[in-house]
């Protein structure tokens, strides 16, 4: 069964510092794009981050460049976030995502995207 499964989330104050993991498996992601979703309550899924097939280009929303690190192990199949000086704002439910075409240029639109996991909640307080 090839899924992506996250791991990583919780409740931190604000300022804090948490790191998302996500881990492929039932095939090899290492030709594709993967990224970072987010969806807060009674708000639509949105781009966070993502990361070329190689690692060596990134994107980051606005919201959070230089706060946010995307990066990937292509021998693990894993895709992480680490996420520092957090806001109440970045409360929501962290999506992992792959987008299925092959050595495609980093794309934020969520509809490029074919396979999703669960999601890990984070939680931010004040």
């Known amino acids: 069964q090839v899924q992506l499964v996250e791991s990583g989330g919780g409740s931190v104050q604000a300022g804090g510092s948490l790191r998302l993991s996500c881990a492929g498996s039932?095939?090899?992601?290492?030709?594709?794009?993967m990224g970072w979703f987010r969806q807060a309550p009674g708000k639509e899924r949105e781009f966070v981050a993502a990361?070329?097939?190689?690692?060596?280009?990134?994107a980051y929303a606005d919201s959070v460049k230089g706060r946010f690190t995307i990066s990937r192990d292509n021998v693990k199949n894993t895709v992480s976030l680490q996420m520092n000086s957090l806001k109440p704002e970045d409360t929501a439910v962290y999506y992992c995502?792959?987008?299925?075409?092959?050595?495609?240029?980093?794309?934020?639109?969520?509809?490029?995207?074919?396979?999703w996991g669960q999601g890990t909640q984070v939680t931010v307080s004040s």
């Open positions: 039932g095939r090899t992601f290492v030709r594709n794009v």
């Open positions: 995502a792959a987008d299925f075409q092959i050595f495609s240029r980093i794309r934020q639109a969520r509809d490029e995207y074919d396979l």
């Open positions: 990361i070329s097939w190689s690692g060596s280009n990134t």
